[in-house]
């Protein structure tokens, strides 16, 4: 009765009330041999310690103890213990949308919070508390960007995330906008004379990913200059978060789209995450998406409401600026506490710690590989080359515990069967660093003895 609360003769009335003999009657809709007359394959009469017993067997079974140079949009770093202290709290782990003002100050403060750290980190004027995740987030602002201008095509960089570029794709079909990628140069940024080509009197909206998928820092002001020029939108998408510390927003893009994932959101094997979506106060009336506003209360004292709400559950479905998006306060909420946590200061002091674990851990593995798209400024992430080939070379890492950079051969073809992309972050120990390089040089080594 612990995890069915309602007894037997509860049953037996909720069922009269609604005009049927059992439970099964509520199903006679689905044809017969669609229903299952067993009992399912599993044990039975198993007391709750021997439950729990269970499925830590079934969790020692994963892979533990390793360590991973996993980058590619979703990030380890340290998660304070306070946030899941606070977002556990009752008046936030149980709450859903606020849409009474009244009884709602603690959760649409918290997204008031939110929204304004989000603008003090992107530079830009206004930001929603918020969207799904990163590549979603993008989506919206692609479509964001057609409404604002009445133009209706977009220009996307092959830097950006390749998945990110899959989930735009899915939206652009059904939204009938026609998209168009733009390559790279040799040192990993978009190819601005590619891009100046493929911008026309149709395109709403240039996109950029920065840092990039490659790790390399793009030149947002140049690619604002060349995307105004001709009338479209710069759209900034940003996988990685913490890259704010210390990389300066750009502050010259009309929209920017927002992973915030690294800001206290556990990896959680794929989510949820929390996305946002940052704009220039203008284009206000098509951000998707909630807006909490500040405003007074009848005696005067500071109060939170929620200003701006364009989703269909709220206003007409033909006015609404997106029919998906949600509100991911608690997860905003993760967000919220680390970067208070942290701070201005910390936050500075965290990105850097994550640049110069990269910069040693690219330093030891060009030992023995080429890192790739070298001419240019990057974060925590570099592609490596390796003459071996990405996928040996990480069989023999993973013998040794260790799960090495993300092949790239199956998006970027043309880098070749050695390119791997590799990321470190506060997390990632030396003496791991250390001992990936020398896997790779022993792969040096006995590629040297087979010639």
Known sequence: ??????????????????????????????????????????????????????FRGYAEANANGYASFLGAGVYKHYKPVVIDSLIQRGEFLTSYTPYQPEIAQGT????????????????????NASMYEGSTGAAEAIMMAVRVTGRNAAVIARTVHPEYREVIRTYATHQEIPLSEVAYASNGRVDMAALAAAITNDTACVLIQSPNFFGTIEDVAAVAELAHSKGALLIVSIAEAI??????????????????QSFGVALSFGGPYCGVL????????????????????????????????????????????????TNQALVALMTTIFLTVYGKQGMQELAEHNLAKADYLRSVLAENGTILFDGAPRFHEFVL??????AEMNEQLLEKKIIGGLTLHEWYPELGPGASLWCATEMTKRKDMDAAAAVLAELGQAQLVGQ
């Open 243 to 260: 890259s704010l510390g210390i990389v300066k927003p750009p502050k010259e893009a009309d929209i920017v789209s927002l992973e915030a």
């Open 108 to 127: 649409l403060q918290a997204m008031f919070e939110f929204q304004t750290m989000i603008c003090e980190l992107t530079g830009m004027e206004i930001a």
């Open 278 to 325: 940052a704009c220039k106060e203008k284009f206000l009336r098509q951000m998707p998406g909630r807006l909490i506003g500040e405003t007074k209360d009848v005696n005067g004292k500071r109060g939170f409401v929620l200003t701006l709400s364009t989703r269909e559950q709220h206003i007409r479905r033909e006015k609404a600026t997106s029919n998906i998006c």
């Open 385 to 390: 080359d390796v003459p071996e080939g990405a």
């Open 1 to 54: 009765m612990r995890y069915l609360p309602k007894s037997p003769s509860d049953r037996q009335q909720m069922l009269a009330e609604i005009g049927v003999a059992t439970i099964d009657d509520l199903f006679t809709s689905i044809p017969a041999e669609y229903r299952l007359t067993r009992d399912l394959d599993i044990p039975r009469q198993h007391g709750e310690s021997e439950i729990i017993e269970r």
